[in-house]
C-alpha cells in the first residue's frame, strides 16, 4: 500500500493502513529527510492512542541507531507541547504519533520540521519517495535517546502570551475540563490550578476508545457531558480538548456551545481591545463574523486553505496577530506555528477574568454589534460514485444556483466555495484525512444552512 500524507500527517485504520512495519518505514524515511536537511535531533512523541506510547519509543531507538539526538516524552504530550519543545530546542524536527480527532480504529504519524509546524509539500512529497527508495545508514554511531519533560518548559513559557494577572485578581474562576481521555490531561488543567482556578477534569485517564467517543472531536454534539457539568456545578465555563489536545471546544456559562466561529472573533475583539496588532490568518471555511470584527478593529484578514499548514506558514512570515480555523485550531502569531487547545482554553479563561462574565454574555454583546452568523457543516461518507458526482457537478463545472439561489461568486482556493450573497456561502471539499465530503455553510438562520445542505447532499447522491 502506497503512504500518503494529507493536511495533516498520515493516517490510516490500526492493522489496516497503520501498521508497526509502515510507521517504522515511515520513521526511517523521516530520518534519511532530516539527515539530506542537514538535522541531527528530534523530538519524539504521541497522544493516549492505542499503541502510540510504544510506537514513540520504538521511533526513539530507531533514529538514535542512525545517530540522531533523540529526546521522547516521558509521558503522552500534547502536540503543541512537542511544536514548543522542537523550537525551544533548536531541534531538527518532531515525530508525533497521532491522529488527531480521528476515529479510535485510526493512529499516525505527524512530521513537523525545524520549525515545529506543520511539513509543508516539499518535505511530505520527499518522504514519500523516501519510503518506496531509502536505503538507510548503517554503522552510525552518537545516537542516543533520553525521556524528556517537554511539558513543564511549555506550561511556564504559556505566561508569554496568557495575561497572569487577570487570573490573580480574580478568585472566582471554576472550570470544567474535558480532556477527552487524551494527552491535554494533566496539562490544561495544571495550568489552570497554577493560576488559581478551580477545575473539575472529565475523562482525564488515558483510554484509546475515548470514552465511546466514535469520533472524538470537541464539537458541539461530543460536549453534551460537558454542558451538563457546567450548568450543574454553575461554572465560570467549559473548555476541551480532543485526544492530542490541538483542537479546542468551548462551552459557556450557560452550557451553550460557542462555536470556533464565534469564539475566535471575540478573542480577537478582546486582543485588538488590549492593545495587540497584527494579521489575522483564516481558513476559508472560516465564518464572516470574524472578517466583520478584524475590520472594525483595522486588521488585515487573509485567507488561505484548509490545513494548519498554510496558516502555519503564515505565522512563519511575521505579522500575525491570531491564525486559526473552523474546526478548533488556532494560535497566536508570537507563539508557535501550529494549533494549540491548551493555549486556546486558557484565552477563553483569560477573557472570562478579564472581563468578569461569561463568553455567552460577551458573544451576545459582539453579535448586538456586527451580526450573527450560522456556521455548520455537514460530512457525507464518500464513495467512488460520490465523489465522481461532486467532480463533474461541482469542480469540474460552475454551478448557477444552490437551493434556488444564484450564485454570485466562485471561490477555489480549497474545494468550491459558491458565494450566495453578501452573508451566505456554501463550500464543498474533499477531506485530506478520511474519505468524506464536507459540506459547510453559512447563512443568518440555522434552517437555512439545514435547507442548503440537505439540498447539496441529495444532489450530489443521486445517481
Same mark, same amino acid.
Given at each position: 500500500?502506497?503512504?500518503?500524507?494529507?493536511?495533516?500527517?498520515?493516517?490510516?485504520?490500526?492493522?489496516?493502513?497503520?501498521?508497526?512495519?509502515?510507521?517504522?518505514?515511515?520513521?526511517?524515511?523521516?530520518?534519511?529527510?532530516?539527515?539530506?536537511?542537514?538535522?541531527?535531533?528530534?523530538?519524539?512523541?504521541?497522544?493516549?492512542?492505542?499503541?502510540?506510547?510504544?510506537?514513540?519509543?520504538?521511533?526513539?531507538?530507531?533514529?538514535?541507531?542512525?545517530?540522531?539526538?533523540?529526546?521522547?516524552?516521558?509521558?503522552?504530550?500534547?502536540?503543541?507541547?512537542?511544536?514548543?519543545?522542537?523550537?525551544?530546542?533548536?531541534?531538527?524536527?518532531?515525530?508525533?504519533?497521532?491522529?488527531?480527532?480521528?476515529?479510535?480504529?485510526?493512529?499516525?504519524?505527524?512530521?513537523?520540521?525545524?520549525?515545529?509546524?506543520?511539513?509543508?509539500?516539499?518535505?511530505?512529497?520527499?518522504?514519500?519517495? !523516501?519510503? #518506496?527508495?531509502?536505503?538507510?545508514?548503517?554503522?552510525?554511531? +552518537?545516537?542516543?535517546?533520553?525521556?524528556? $519533560?517537554? /511539558? %513543564? @518548559?511549555?506550561?511556564?513559557?504559556?505566561?508569554?502570551?496568557?495575561?497572569?494577572?487577570?487570573?490573580?485578581?480574580?478568585?472566582?474562576?471554576?472550570?470544567?475540563?474535558?480532556?477527552?481521555?487524551?494527552?491535554?490531561?494533566?496539562?490544561?488543567?495544571?495550568?489552570?490550578?497554577?493560576?488559581?482556578?478551580?477545575?473539575?477534569?472529565?475523562?482525564?485517564?488515558?483510554?484509546?476508545?475515548?470514552?465511546?467517543?466514535?469520533?472524538?472531536?470537541?464539537?458541539?454534539?461530543?460536549?453534551?457531558?460537558?454542558?451538563?457539568?457546567?450548568?450543574?456545578?454553575?461554572?465560570? !465555563?467549559? #473548555?476541551?480538548?480532543?485526544?492530542?489536545?490541538?483542537?479546542? +471546544?468551548?462551552?459557556?456559562?450557560?452550557? $451553550?456551545? /460557542? %462555536? @470556533?466561529?464565534?469564539?475566535?472573533?471575540?478573542?480577537?475583539?478582546?486582543?485588538?481591545?488590549?492593545?495587540?496588532?497584527?494579521?489575522?490568518?483564516?481558513?476559508?471555511?472560516?465564518?464572516?463574523?470574524?472578517?466583520?470584527?478584524?475590520?472594525?478593529?483595522?486588521?488585515?484578514?487573509?485567507?488561505?486553505?484548509?490545513?494548519?499548514?498554510?496558516?502555519?506558514?503564515?505565522?512563519?512570515?511575521?505579522?500575525?496577530?491570531?491564525?486559526?480555523?473552523?474546526?478548533?485550531?488556532?494560535?497566536?502569531?508570537?507563539?508557535?506555528?501550529?494549533?494549540?487547545?491548551?493555549?486556546?482554553?486558557?484565552?477563553?479563561?483569560?477573557?472570562?477574568?478579564?472581563? +468578569?462574565?461569561?463568553?455567552?454574555?460577551?458573544?451576545?454583546?459582539?453579535?448586538?454589534?456586527?451580526?450573527?452568523?450560522?456556521?455548520?457543516?455537514?460530512?457525507?461518507?464518500?464513495?467512488?460514485?460520490?465523489?465522481?458526482?461532486?467532480?463533474?457537478?461541482?469542480?469540474?463545472?460552475?454551478?448557477?444556483?444552490?437551493?434556488?439561489?444564484?450564485?454570485?461568486?466562485?471561490?477555489?482556493?480549497?474545494?468550491?466555495?459558491?458565494?450566495?450573497?453578501?452573508?451566505?456561502?456554501?463550500?464543498?471539499?474533499?477531506?485530506?484525512?478520511?474519505?468524506?465530503?464536507?459540506?459547510?455553510?453559512?447563512?443568518?438562520?440555522?434552517?437555512?444552512?439545514?435547507?442548503?445542505?440537505?439540498?447539496?447532499?441529495?444532489?450530489?447522491?443521486?445517481?
Amino acid at each position: 500500500m502506497v503512504i500518503k500524507f494529507g493536511t495533516s500527517g498520515w493516517r490510516g485504520v490500526i492493522s489496516r493502513e497503520f501498521t508497526w512495519d509502515r510507521a517504522m518505514a515511515v520513521v526511517d524515511a523521516i530520518a534519511m529527510r532530516l539527515t539530506e536537511t542537514g538535522h541531527s535531533s528530534i523530538a519524539i512523541g504521541g497522544d493516549c492512542r492505542f499503541l502510540s506510547p510504544e510506537l514513540a519509543d520504538a521511533a526513539a531507538e530507531k533514529m538514535a541507531g542512525y545517530g540522531f539526538k533523540a529526546y521522547v516524552s516521558e509521558r503522552s504530550v500534547p502536540t503543541p507541547v512537542l511544536s514548543h519543545a522542537c523550537r525551544k530546542m533548536g531541534l531538527g524536527g518532531v515525530i508525533n504519533f497521532t491522529a488527531s480527532h480521528n476515529p479510535p480504529l485510526y493512529n499516525g504519524i505527524k512530521f513537523s520540521p525545524f520549525h515545529g509546524g506543520p511539513a509543508d509539500s516539499r518535505d511530505t512529497d520527499r518522504i514519500e519517495e !523516501l519510503i #518506496v527508495s531509502a536505503s538507510v545508514p548503517e554503522g552510525v554511531t +552518537g545516537g542516543f535517546v533520553l525521556k524528556t $519533560d517537554f /511539558i %513543564t @518548559p511549555y506550561l511556564k513559557d504559556i505566561n508569554e502570551f496568557i495575561n497572569v494577572d487577570a487570573f490573580r485578581e480574580t478568585n472566582s474562576l471554576r472550570v470544567v475540563y474535558d480532556a477527552f481521555s487524551g494527552a491535554g490531561s494533566g496539562v490544561l488543567d495544571r495550568k489552570l490550578l497554577e493560576l488559581g482556578g478551580s477545575v473539575r477534569v472529565l475523562n482525564g485517564r488515558r483510554d484509546p476508545l475515548f470514552a465511546g467517543r466514535q469520533h472524538p472531536e470537541p464539537n458541539k454534539q461530543c460536549l453534551s457531558d460537558l454542558s451538563e457539568n457546567v450548568i450543574r456545578s454553575g461554572a465560570s !465555563l467549559g #473548555v476541551a480538548t480532543d485526544g492530542d489536545a490541538d483542537r479546542f +471546544g468551548i462551552v459557556d456559562e450557560n452550557g $451553550d456551545y /460557542i %462555536t @470556533p466561529h464565534d469564539f475566535m472573533a471575540l478573542l480577537v475583539d478582546y486582543l485588538a481591545e488590549s492593545g495587540h496588532t497584527g494579521r489575522i490568518i483564516r481558513s476559508i471555511t472560516t465564518g464572516s463574523l470574524l472578517d466583520r470584527v478584524a475590520e472594525a478593529r483595522g486588521l488585515e484578514v487573509k485567507v488561505t486553505p484548509v490545513g494548519f499548514k498554510y496558516l502555519g506558514a503564515e505565522i512563519l512570515k511575521g505579522g500575525v496577530l491570531l491564525a486559526g480555523e473552523e474546526s478548533g485550531g488556532l494560535s497566536l502569531g508570537t507563539h508557535i506555528p501550529e494549533k494549540d487547545g491548551v493555549l486556546a482554553g486558557l484565552l477563553a479563561a483569560e477573557m472570562v477574568c478579564h472581563y +468578569g462574565e461569561g463568553l455567552g454574555s460577551l458573544l451576545a454583546k459582539l453579535w448586538t454589534t456586527h451580526g450573527k452568523f450560522y456556521n455548520t457543516r455537514l460530512d457525507l461518507p464518500l464513495d467512488p460514485d460520490m465523489k465522481s458526482r461532486i467532480v463533474e457537478k461541482l469542480f469540474n463545472s460552475d454551478m448557477k444556483e444552490v437551493a434556488g439561489l444564484p450564485v454570485q461568486q466562485v471561490n477555489r482556493i480549497d474545494g468550491v466555495q459558491l458565494v450566495l450573497d453578501e452573508n451566505t456561502w456554501v463550500l464543498v471539499r474533499l477531506s485530506g484525512t478520511e474519505p468524506l465530503a464536507r459540506i459547510y455553510v453559512q447563512s443568518q438562520s440555522a434552517e437555512e444552512n439545514e435547507r442548503i445542505a440537505s439540498r447539496l447532499a441529495e444532489e450530489f447522491g443521486k445517481s
